[in-house]
């Protein structure tokens, strides 16, 4: 009687460590080349298209043509998509690496809320009228929400479970605020539309100068603190053991995401998903270790928006489809999915 030898577990991980090795190696590279065309392919389309000599003398010589002045134009919506794109980016990986849950998101703290409150506000009874103007009410309203959730869910006590709670009933209240006053105030609704959405379409050089300090400060943070949130990401009992100072990790890393999705959104108004779908996504070819999943989490997630800013400009020519529409549109059924794969492996 012939008996089956065992399989060679050796044999069958043997690709899929290959398989890592190659993304570790040449991985991020491949990322950013995307990345690089893709902002390029930003530049030359829209509602006019743009030839390859019209986007290089726009970008490198400044004769004042037509396509000179459009190349102008997208390249600071170009340079805005990158910027908050990254931070989206790091801003989702950040949380779900706090509150250990993969399908969190900026929103799920009340950020985005904060920040679209401040902006109505600002609006309605400040009289507020320029993007440049939001920009700064936008982030106070985010770092205020921040420091709320972070004080309702315990402080120094703080878990993923009162964190999100506290995140959740924070934005319901002020979703609730928000339609209100935009009902009762026409002229409110009116400018309020295209912010509220999430839109590159008023992106300008002083826009970005003014949240590339809070944006570069929030990417040193989150990236200082991938080791520590790594620990955090196995419980607090063995982040405890591993030496892990678990209230002060929580505390910076709620005041990097705040940091970073607050910019955001006071330059580009509320923009889902993002910082959902691709911190989960890279999980799957990186593993766990923020260490890795942080980079391409940066590089990948302006892919991800400016890539739905292009698609936003090509599907309703000569008009656009503002680029948080877009994000949403892709983004629901593929959070669905998520949501379903995650309760089929539970079963």
């Not at 900026?106 to 993007?131: E, H």
């Not at 009992?237 to 505390?251: F, I, S, V, W």
């Not at 020519?317 to 593929?334: D, K, N, Y």
């Amino acid at each position: 009687m012939l008996v089956e030898s065992p399989p060679d577990r050796r044999a069958a991980t043997a690709p899929a460590s290959r398989g890592r090795r190659a993304v570790r190696a040449f991985g991020l590279p491949l990322s950013v080349a995307v990345l690089v065309v893709v902002a390029l392919v930003s530049i030359a389309v829209g509602a006019k298209g743009l030839s390859p000599d019209q986007v290089w003398h726009g970008l490198f010589h400044d004769t004042g043509t037509y396509g000179d002045v459009v190349v102008g134009e997208r390249r600071a919506r170009t340079v805005l998509g990158l910027l908050a794109g990254a931070a989206l980016g790091l801003s989702g990986t950040v949380l779900q690496a706090l509150t250990r849950n993969p399908l969190a998101d900026p929103g799920l703290l009340g950020i985005n809320a904060g920040a679209s409150a401040a902006v109505v506000t600002a609006i309605t009874f400040l009289g507020v009228t320029s993007i440049t103007g939001y920009v700064w009410f936008a982030f106070a309203g985010a770092a205020a929400v921040g420091a709320l959730v972070w004080f309702l869910g315990g402080s120094r006590g703080a878990t993923p479970v009162r964190l999100a709670l506290a995140g959740t009933a924070i934005s319901a209240a002020l979703y609730g605020y928000i339609q209100a006053v935009m009902i009762m105030d026409d002229a409110a609704l009116g400018r309020m539309r295209f912010w509220t959405v999430g839109s590159l379409a008023s992106a300008s050089d002083g826009t970005i100068v003014r949240v590339l300090p809070f944006l570069a400060a929030g990417t040193l943070l989150a990236l200082g603190l991938a080791r520590p949130l790594n620990a955090v990401a196995l419980g607090d009992d063995t982040a405890r053991a591993l030496g892990a100072h678990l209230n002060r990790t929580r505390a910076l890393a709620m005041l990097a995401a705040t940091v970073l999705s607050g910019a955001a959104t006071a330059a580009c108004g509320p923009i889902v998903f993002v910082g959902l779908m691709v911190p989960y996504a890279v999980r799957s070819f990186t593993g766990p270790d923020l260490r890795r999943v942080m980079p391409y989490a940066a590089v990948l997630s302006p892919v991800l928006l400016l890539g739905a800013d292009i698609v936003g400009r090509v599907a309703a020519r000569p008009s656009e489809l503002q680029v948080g529409i877009v994000t949403a549109i892709i983004g629901g059924p593929v959070f669905i999915h998520l949501v379903r794969r995650r309760r089929t492996a539970r079963l």
